[in-house]
């Protein structure tokens, strides 16, 4: 009999193992690998053709620290998570409440607000391209208007980063909306109606009653928001290529131009790998405190 | 004073409505009128499609359409197979350090694929797969996001079944396959929306591995069709841009509901 469990165990392991395979050799592939390999190149010099490289310990990230546009780019991306993280969480918690909400045309409200999420990041670069062009541009005519001049919103250091930022808000508010959609849907009606016969406003009930319950997911959506906003480069590509004079580059498009357009892998390797130092704290954060207080939902 | 706070609010989220899906209506106006008309916005200007017609002929459109349906084929059916045997494992065998292996596939959730580009890229090189579709489809086909929305599928599966299915003389393939996949169905239908939608606008990667116009998908070929420096004017940019999410955006209006709901089965977990 115990040797009949035994054996039965045995086969387990193996069939688990034999599913597994695909995955595993796919993640050592393409995840594991390569993390640890950008770790291992970070630590040598450019190979060149007269040179090999060489080991540098420290020095590319020492290099880094010393280089002004890193900094210039940390401070960049700083930015754009600090903005894009809160504006497009409010915007989505007011979409939702109002999709929610009995208000005339919703059907087409909640359309127009999903609809950027459907979109390539390249596309809605387009798009805004046609609303930031000097002189010709949605955003200049409408100035014109009311007599403003003309503005070179991607062309001048003041305002090409916050033209990248209102397009990413733009593109993912509708997103995190589904999940607030979600969350609202869940809310019991009892507590509508016991804090209608209280006497409660509608501005009470949300505050203290629909905010408070909503708390998990607007942690989820924080942390998918942060996720973001090292992830939601594409439009640099099309709207500023990271100028003018570096204003409106961020670390992913740094690491991407350092290695394929000056071709020095190291010193992207050494980004890649304080990227995913960063990423691995905010992953910490989820799974041990996150996780642990959201255990209610 | 209800009602009018009611209204107030009801004007806000139309006027909201309104900014949100302004960029695309005007690309679609644009779209539609010569250069000069566009930007004037003369409502009684007349329509052309003038600019699909160059836009058409200024890049091999068909081929990039072609190369992003394979490309999220690929991606979808290898998806479908890694992600369906992992998260069988995971949900329903019992073996040594799988707890240990779960955490794992749980940190490439952290992982970018788009933070690896500089090593993924030399991977997929020495693997001779640069400029291929494969190659851009591969680091993408063992989602750890699919292998825990499986995972979360199959745990739902009652085990009953599980033991009728064996009873009646079903091996393990045999039970995964008749029981576990129908089941699962509407799990499947929702990570296929997901998975199409992220990959037919995913580009920086694409970018990277692919390098001719054979392998190039749509949101590569768009930007370097747009690039400043071929000097396509406005309205041409807008009629290519327009053409190249019409597919999407038109199953998004006709199945939004599905495809709301998908979003939803994949965010929460």
């Known amino acids: 009999m115990a040797d009949h469990v035994s054996k039965e165990r045995r086969r387990q392991a193996i069939y688990g193992w034999i599913l597994l395979s695909p995955a595993a050799i796919l993640l050592t592939t393409f995840a594991f690998y390569p993390s640890l390999a950008t770790l291992w190149s970070s630590l040598f010099s450019r190979e060149t053709r007269r040179r090999p490289s060489e080991f540098k310990g420290v020095e590319n990230y020492t290099d880094l620290f010393a280089d002004p546009t890193f900094w210039k780019v940390i401070t960049n991306n700083l930015m754009y998570a600090g903005a894009t993280v809160p504006i497009s969480i409010a915007i989505a918690l007011a979409m939702a409440l109002w999709a929610n909400s009995k208000i005339p045309a919703r059907g087409f409200i909640r359309t127009a607000y999903f609809t950027p999420t459907v979109l390539p990041m390249i596309a809605a670069a387009n798009l805004w391209l046609f609303f930031y062009t000097p ?5 200049d005519q409408i100035g014109g208007l009311f007599g403003l001049p003309s ?25 995190f909306m589904i999940f607030y959609l979600a969350a609202l849907q869940t809310i019991p009606e009892d507590l509508k109606e016991a804090a209608d016969i209280e006497g409660c406003s509608r501005w009470t009930y949300t505050r203290r009653i629909v905010l408070p319950l909503l708390m998990p997911t607007t942690l989820f959506i924080m942390v998918n928001a942060l996720i973001n906003s090292v992830k939601l480069i594409d439009h640099l590509f099309i709207l500023t290529k990271g100028g003018p004079n570096d204003a409106s580059k961020l670390i992913l498009y740094y690491i991407w131009e350092m290695a394929f357009a000056f071709f020095d892998a190291p010193h992207a390797a050494a980004m890649t790998i304080l990227v995913l130092v960063v990423l691995g704290v905010v992953a910490g954060i989820k799974f041990t405190i996150l996780d642990k207080r959201t255990h209610y939902q | 004073m209800k009602t009018l706070t009611r209204n107030i609010e009801a004007l806000g989220a139309l006027l909201l409505a309104i900014i949100w899906i302004s960029p695309l209506v005007f690309a679609f106006w644009a779209a539609f009128h010569t250069t000069s008309d566009a930007v004037n916005f003369n409502i009684t200007s007349p329509w052309t499609l003038d600019n699909f017609r160059t836009a058409w002929a200024g890049a091999p459109w068909l081929k990039y359409f072609l190369n992003t349906f394979l490309l999220v084929t690929v991606i979808l059916i290898g998806q479908f197979i890694v992600t369906t045997l992992a998260g069988f494992a995971f949900a329903q065998v019992q073996f040594p350090g799988r707890d240990f292996v779960f955490i794992l596939v749980l940190m490439q959730l952290f992982i970018l694929p788009e933070v690896l580009i500089v090593e993924n890229y030399a991977m997929v090189s020495r693997l001779g797969l640069f400029d291929t579709i494969l ?38 393939v045999g039970i995964l396959w008749r029981v576990y996949v129908p089941l699962a169905r509407p799990t499947y239908l929702a990570y296929a929306l997901v998975s199409v939608s992220t990959h037919w606008n995913n580009f920086l990667w694409p970018l990277i591995v692919t390098n001719s116009p054979d392998t190039r998908p749509l949101t590569v070929g768009l930007s370097i069709f747009g690039a400043p420096e071929n000097g396509v004017d406005i309205s041409v940019i807008s009629a290519a841009t327009m053409m190249s999410v019409a597919p999407l955006l038109i199953a998004f209006l006709i199945f939004q509901r599905q495809f709301v709901q998908a979003f939803l089965r994949s965010g929460i977990k």
């Open chain 1, 135 to 139: 002189g010709l541009g949605v955003l």
């Open chain 1, 151 to 175: 503005v070179n919103w991607l062309g001048q250091p003041e305002t090409a980063l916050w033209a990248v930022i209102i397009v990413t808000i733009w593109k993912e508010a509708g997103f």
């Open chain 2, 135 to 172: 190659g851009v489809g591969m680091p993408y086909m063992a989602s750890a996001f699919g292998i825990f929305l499986m995972r979360q599928a199959f745990k739902g599966v009652p085990i009953e079944l599980h033991e009728a299915a064996r009873v009646e003389g079903c091996g393990w």
